[in-house]
C-alpha cells in the first residue's frame, strides 16, 4: 500500500527566516505530487504540482518555490518567510488514469506559524 | 477563474437521519470527481469519488454526479455523531490538466 510522509508536523519560524518542508512517498513510483496551503478556516489552496522529476507547475506568485529532486520527494522552500506564509502545509499523491487525474490522497501535514 | 461551490454550513442533522451535501462546478472540462472529509487540525481523507454520471455508493455514502447540471452530491446515511466534521467536494482534470481544485468545504453537525 501506499504511505505519504511529511515532516516537520509542527514548524514556528520567525519572519524572515528560511523554510524547508520535504513530503516523500512510498509503495508507488511516478506519482504526480502536490503543495497545497490551507489558511485557518479557509479552503484547500493549490501551490504547486508536479508530474515528474524536475517538472513543476507554479500556481500562485509568492516567495515559495518547489523541487522534486526524486521520483517520490517533492520539497516546498522559502528563501525568506513572510507573516502570511503561516498555514497548514499539506503534501499530496495522485495517480493519473485513461490521461486524467484520479484519487488524490494527502500527507499529515505541517501546521507553520510565523512570528 | 474555475470554481468550486459549496455552501459552508454549518449544516445540523439529527442522529440517524440523512445529511445531503451539495457541490457546484464551473469547468465542463472536468474529468474526476471527489469528496473528502476533514477533521479539525486533520488532513482531508479521501472517502468517495466519481468519475461518470449517476450514483456511486460505498456504505454509508453515495455520491450523485450529474454532469449536465455541473453538480455533484454526497448523502450520507444513519449519520453519525462521528461524521462531524468539514466535508470539501474536489474537482480534477480542469483545463485538461491533473490539477484539482477544491470547494471551501461544508460543515457538518450530527447531534446525539
Known amino acids: 500500500s501506499q504511505t505519504i510522509h511529511q515532516w516537520p508536523a509542527t514548524l514556528v519560524q520567525p519572519v524572515g527566516s528560511p523554510l524547508s518542508l520535504e513530503c516523500t512517498v512510498e509503495?508507488?513510483?511516478?506519482?504526480?505530487l502536490y503543495w497545497y496551503r490551507q489558511a485557518a478556516g479557509r479552503g484547500l489552496q493549490l501551490l504547486f504540482y508536479?508530474?515528474?522529476?524536475?517538472?513543476i507547475s507554479s500556481e500562485v506568485p509568492q516567495n515559495l518555490s518547489a523541487s522534486r529532486p526524486q521520483d517520490r520527494q517533492f520539497i516546498l522552500s522559502s528563501k525568506k518567510l513572510l507573516l502570511s506564509d503561516s498555514g497548514f502545509y499539506l503534501c499530496?499523491?495522485?495517480?493519473?488514469?485513461?490521461?486524467?487525474?484520479?484519487?488524490?490522497?494527502f500527507g499529515p501535514g505541517t501546521r507553520l506559524t510565523v512570528l | 477563474q474555475k470554481e468550486v461551490e459549496q455552501n459552508s454550513g454549518p449544516l445540523s442533522v439529527p442522529e440517524g437521519a440523512i445529511a445531503s451535501l451539495n457541490c457546484t462546478y464551473s469547468d465542463r472540462g472536468s474529468q474526476s470527481f471527489f469528496w473528502y472529509r476533514q477533521y479539525s487540525g486533520k488532513s482531508p481523507e479521501l472517502i468517495m469519488s466519481?468519475?461518470?454520471?449517476g450514483d456511486k455508493e460505498d456504505g454509508r455514502f453515495t455520491a450523485q454526479l450529474n454532469k449536465a447540471s455541473q453538480y455533484v452530491s454526497l448523502l450520507i446515511r444513519d449519520s453519525q455523531p462521528s461524521d462531524s466534521a468539514t466535508y470539501l467536494c474536489?474537482?480534477?482534470?480542469?483545463?485538461?490538466?491533473?490539477?484539482?481544485?477544491f470547494g471551501t468545504g461544508t460543515r457538518l453537525k450530527v447531534l446525539a
Open positions: 509503495g508507488t513510483s511516478n506519482p504526480n
Open positions: 466519481i468519475y461518470s454520471n
Open positions: 474536489a474537482v480534477g482534470g480542469t483545463s485538461g490538466t491533473y490539477k484539482y481544485i
Open positions: 508536479s508530474v515528474g522529476i524536475g517538472q
Open positions: 499530496a499523491w495522485s495517480r493519473g488514469i485513461a490521461g486524467g487525474p484520479g484519487e488524490q490522497f
